[in-house]
């Protein structure tokens, strides 16, 4: 691949708070970025230089785009094959959409994995209430049931407790195609990042514990305790794997459970990740400047730990509000992102928190 040097203009695709956080690593190289996504006024495309607003299967829309642009990458997974292809003919579109199209999807993320010789939790598909009878007959309760597509931050999920509440779940999921997942009593959470440069080169990070709340991230904690530390190289050799397989170029995060048994893949993402915003502070190269470098062609940056250690936690909601007490702490670093209108539920911004 021929590199895409600074001064050249990133298309993202998506308009979020990952967006804005590459745009802003972008610009730092001496790149612009111009953003696409659906919305008025979204995060990225206020520290972008140029904002298409067009909905995502706009698919002359997203040629458009393609056209006005050096390389494209996403930070968005919803995105239909079609429309993605119409922008992958006009501009380089890097991870590749094989990435995307196996990530958005967990029955073939948890079925590509395996053929990796990963483990996920035991799972089954359903595509109707009587599959999700027999499929809860097989593995058990409690369990969890997940739309295949178009989830996040625990949305599109339903816990079973016993068997009875299969009829409630397969309404709460509103009868999407799905999957049942044995719920894993685990013993700590954690994920693998890992950029995948164009020439193949694969550089990890320090490995995050993270802990959730009500199935979305809360916060993400370096070094991670003992439970990770014990599984961590079955997972990170995985992870090198299904990144070779798949020709990855960019960031791919991998979520696991850490268990007595080893570690348990949970899903995977082509994109930036949530649990990798401590490095932007906590790491010496950031996980948006190093997307932003293997997209781009670029050698990749040395991710060790910038402290002893790190801890990021996100800002849902009114969280956000308490800002002022924030920044009287001197170990906080604070990110906001510009979200207009606080709601319940949304990530609203972080703070990361570095310990020399
Ligand atoms: N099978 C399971 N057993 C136990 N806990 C689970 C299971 N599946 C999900 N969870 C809990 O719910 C969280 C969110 O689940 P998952 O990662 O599948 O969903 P998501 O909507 O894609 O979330 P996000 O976008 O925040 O990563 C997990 O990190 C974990 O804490
Ligand atoms: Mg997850």
């Not at 494209?72 to 501009?91: K, Q, R």
């Not at 948890?110 to 483990?119: D, S, T, Y």
Request: some cysteine.
């Amino acid at each position: 691949m021929k590199p895409v040097p600074p001064g050249s203009t990133i298309g993202i695709v998506g308009g979020g708070q990952l967006g804005r956080m590459l745009a802003m690593a972008a610009a730092r190289l001496g790149y612009k970025c111009h953003v696409y996504a659906p919305d008025e006024a979204p995060p990225a495309a206020e520290v972008s230089a140029h904002f298409t607003r067009g909905a995502w299967d706009d698919e002359a829309a997203l040629a458009r785009f393609g056209r006005s642009i050096d390389v494209a990458t996403y930070e968005f997974e919803n995105i239909a094959a079609a429309p993605l292809a119409a922008l992958a003919a006009e501009a380089p579109l890097y991870p590749p959409r094989r990435s995307l199209e196996i990530a958005q999807d967990r029955l073939e993320e948890k079925g590509f994995i395996q053929g990796l010789g990963g483990r996920p939790p035991a799972f089954q598909p359903v595509d109707d209430l009587a599959g999700l009878e027999a499929a809860l007959a097989a593995i058990g309760a409690p369990a969890v049931l997940k739309t295949r597509r178009f989830g996040y931050d625990g949305k599109g999920q339903a816990r079973i407790a016993d068997p009875s509440g299969a009829a409630e779940a397969w309404a709460a999921v509103r009868a999407a195609p799905s999957i049942l997942e044995a719920f894993v009593d685990f013993e700590a959470e954690f994920s693998i990042l890992l950029c995948r440069g164009a020439d193949g080169r694969t550089v990890i990070w320090p490995v995050p514990e993270n802990r959730h709340r009500q199935a979305m991230l809360d916060r993400s904690i370096l070094p991670a305790g003992e439970a990770v530390r014990r599984v961590q190289a079955e997972a990170e050799a995985l992870a090198r794997r299904a990144a070779d397989a798949l020709e990855h170029v960019g960031i791919l995060a991998l979520e696991f459970f850490a268990t007595a048994e080893g570690p348990l893949f949970n899903e995977m993402a082509p994109r930036v990740h949530n649990s990798g915003h401590w490095t932007i502070e906590g790491a010496v190269t950031s996980q948006f400047e190093n997307h932003v470098r293997a997209i781009c062609g670029l050698p990749l940056g040395d991710t060790g730990l910038a402290g002893s250690r790190v801890e990021m936690t996100n800002l849902i909601g009114s969280e956000a509000e308490t800002w002022p007490e924030i920044l009287a702490d001197p170990a906080a670093h604070l990110h906001l992102y510009g979200k207009g209108e606080t709601r319940e539920g949304r990530k609203m911004g972080h703070v990361t928190r570095v310990w020399r």
